[in-house]
Nanobody, 127 residues
Framework: QLQLVESGGGSVQPGGSLRLSCAVS????????IGWFRQAPGKEREGLSC????????YYADSVKGRFTISRDTAKGMVYLQMNSLKPEDTAVYYC????????????????????WGQGTQVTVSS
């Protein structure tokens, strides 16, 4: 059964850090692009970062470039989002999502249509 489960959210002060985890089951990370997204109350969902299947190439939106880092451990089926220098405007529910490609390679993009989504984890940045 294909499943994505996020964890690691919480409350942090501005300038602080959090590391989100996305546990993936049901498929191998070498065959899927994984993206991180967020949605704040009253706002549209925003694509933040993604990591491509076979070569691990990454992409970052301008809003998080230089502050967030995506990584993965394919053996463990885990994808991470390290978030540093957090700001109040980073407050949102964060989601990971997968786009299964199999043996076909396509560099990831946050505007792509993703197939499966996790349930989300809340991140609150406040003093």
């Amino acid at each position: 059964q294909l499943q994505l489960v996020e964890s690691g959210g919480g409350s942090v002060q501005p300038g602080g850090s959090l590391r989100l985890s996305c546990a993936v089951s049901g498929f191998n990370l070498n065959y899927a692009n994984i993206g991180w997204f967020r949605q704040a109350p009253g706002k549209e969902r925003e694509g933040l970062s993604c990591i491509s299947s076979s070569d691990g190439v990454t992409y970052y939106a301008d809003s998080v470039k230089g502050r967030f880092t995506i990584s993965r451990d394919t053996a463990k089926g885990m994808v991470y989002l390290q978030m540093n220098s957090l700001k109040p405007e980073d407050t949102a529910v964060y989601y990971c999502a997968s786009k299964y490609l199999g043996l076909v390679y396509r560099a990831c993009g946050v505007r792509d249509e993703y197939d499966y989504w996790g349930q989300g984890t809340q991140v609150t940045v406040s003093s």
